[in-house]
């Protein structure tokens, strides 16, 4: 079992900028993989960014240039640094992960960029 708890998340005007943190507890050894999702509302939950445990990242291609994802294998987070935020950034933020074959979510954490 994995648990994934994510904060950060908040209010922030538009050009600005917020990091969301999830850290991970539980059987995390040998996770690989760990993605932020969004999902804004009535919309559905698409990949945001993404790391391997070697460090490879993987990004949208609408955050490209504005976020960066990072993590610390140690104490199992990962991180999301997002700058320039616009309002189409709005959504709940959703920290993933799988192991041995199951899909493990975090609660998720708001994001709110204002015009």
């Known amino acids: 079992q994995v648990q994934l708890v994510e904060s950060g998340g908040g209010l922030v005007q538009a050009g600005g900028s917020l990091s969301l943190s999830c850290t991970a507890s539980g059987n995390i050894f040998s996770i690989t993989i760990m993605r932020w999702y969004r999902q804004p509302p009535g919309k559905q939950r698409d990949l945001v960014a993404g790391?391997?445990?070697?460090?490879?990242?993987t990004y949208a291609d609408s955050v490209k240039g504005r976020f960066t994802i990072s993590r610390d294998n140690a104490k199992g987070t990962v991180n999301l640094q997002m700058n320039s935020l616009k309002p189409e950034d709005t959504a709940v933020y959703y920290c993933y992960t799988f192991k041995a074959g199951r899909d493990y979510w975090g609660q998720g954490t708001q994001v709110t960029v204002s015009s």
């Open positions: 790391i391997t445990s070697g460090g490879t990242t």
